[in-house]
């Protein structure tokens, strides 16, 4: 195996315009500023990836002005050398209080008596210190800059995300014809992980189902063993120079399928294409998951999430996290738009005996969804 080729990072220029984006929303929204702490979203403006502790590493994005980024004093180094945008680094030192380098901003660029959006995952400690300094100062919810912006994908966000997909679905081709039996779970992973890593992408450890195990969404602690005729379920995917895939395939090890593992499977793999089919641009995300779930009812599965039949969503979103917001469930009513990305994976479970879930990711184009992976034509051919 080689490393598939890749596209570059994200530009510094496309996380200027995020920024760039980002105040005029906030303008428009009388938002005095928006508040980021370490993790993905900090990462989509400035190109800072870290990780988060009590220690506070976090931007400040302001309607108007060069942001800030907050750090303490002795990471100055590490982060300005990953800094990709205009902005000034102010430290703190082990003694002093992060809160009120935020909080003296705030007050430089006249905003502390405007309302501060936090970004929807930062810690309520945060909030909670920031409270102490600026008390009078209404704390909001950043979703309609942050995750109004992060759920629209870029081109080049796409074409990354396009990357992690091939990836993964060659680390599975790869994979397939070595499993053996009386492997594990943790053996057949260690296997998708090597050949994930060499292949070009980041992984940190997938999911790897065998026999009754297939029919819990997330597996059981029961150690389980590949046997001839078991359902095996791989649930995996890995990172391209941030951005994430995620795909699942279950097949038949060693033998034939049975009647039952046949109609089962061909069920599932046509709920994907139900998904497909419901998943039209201005449609409330809820539609997808409902499309489903009536067919599934009419096959006499569930009702509703029931079991047998799926007892989770259709599918969630995905870009720089595995799973971000919005989801295709039942009552969603966020439209889909052009540039939003979900995995589709209405698995069907049967307790005490097994499941099948295939899952690939999809983006909404303006003349509807296009599959990052396309799925398996038939359980015969499961990495086809």
């Known amino acids: 195996m080689k490393p598939l080729l890749s596209p570059p990072p994200i530009a510094p220029a496309e996380r200027i315009q ?6 005029a929303m906030m303008r428009q929204q009388g938002l005095g500023a928006v508040f980021v702490e370490a993790g993905p979203s900090l990462d989509y403006y400035t ?3 870290w990780w988060r502790s009590e220690r506070l590493t976090g931007v400040v994005i302001p309607a108007d002005g060069d942001p800030i980024v907050v750090t303490p ?3 100055q180094p590490s982060i300005k050398e990953m800094l990709v945008v205009p902005a000034e680094i102010r430290t703190w030192q082990e003694d002093q209080e992060p809160l009120k380098l935020v909080a003296d901003f705030l007050k430089e660029r006249g905003v502390a008596s405007s309302p501060i959006a936090f970004e929807e995952t930062n810690r309520f400690f945060l909030m909670d210190r920031l409270k102490r300094q600026l008390p009078d100062t209404p704390i909001v919810s950043a979703n309609s800059v942050v995750r109004a912006q992060r759920m629209i994908k870029s081109p080049a966000e796409l074409a990354l995300m396009q990357a992690a997909a091939d990836v993964t679905i060659a680390a599975f081709r790869y994979t397939w014809p070595r499993v053996r039996e009386g492997m594990g779970p943790g053996e057949i ?19 790897v189902l065998i ?6 969404p997330h597996g059981t602690r ?3 063993r590949v046997v001839k005729g078991s359902n095996v379920l791989f649930d995996c995917g890995c990172s391209v120079h941030g951005y994430q895939s995620d795909i699942s395939r279950t097949f038949i090890f060693g033998a034939d399928p049975t009647a039952d593992q046949r109609k089962v499977w061909t069920q599932m793999r046509r709920g994907q294409d139900i998904a497909m089919a419901a998943a039209k641009v201005g449609a409330p995300a809820g539609n997808v998951d409902d499309a489903v779930r009536g067919a599934y009812e009419s096959w006499g599965y569930g009702p509703g999430y029931k079991l047998p039949g799926t007892s989770h969503r259709t599918g969630h ?9 919005v989801n295709l469930v039942h009552g969603e009513t966020t439209p889909l738009a052009p540039g939003m ?3 589709n994976e209405p698995g069907i479970y049967i307790p005490g005996k097994w499941g099948i879930r295939l899952e690939d990711c999809f983006h909404i184009t303006p003349s509807g969804p296009k599959w990052f992976t396309v799925p398996p034509p038939s359980i015969d051919q499961p990495f086809s």
């Open 18 to 23: 995020r920024l760039a984006k980002a105040k």
């Open 47 to 49: 190109g800072i990836q």
């Open 73 to 75: 004093f002795f990471e």
């Open 189 to 207: 992973d260690a296997i998708i992980g090597e050949a994930t890593r060499t292949l070009g992408g980041s992984y940190d450890g997938g999911l």
């Open 211 to 216: 026999g009754e195990g297939t029919a819990y």
């Open 222 to 224: 029961t150690p389980m």
């Open 317 to 325: 979103g995905i870009g720089m996290e595995g799973h971000e917001p």
């Open 341 to 343: 990305c979900f995995s």
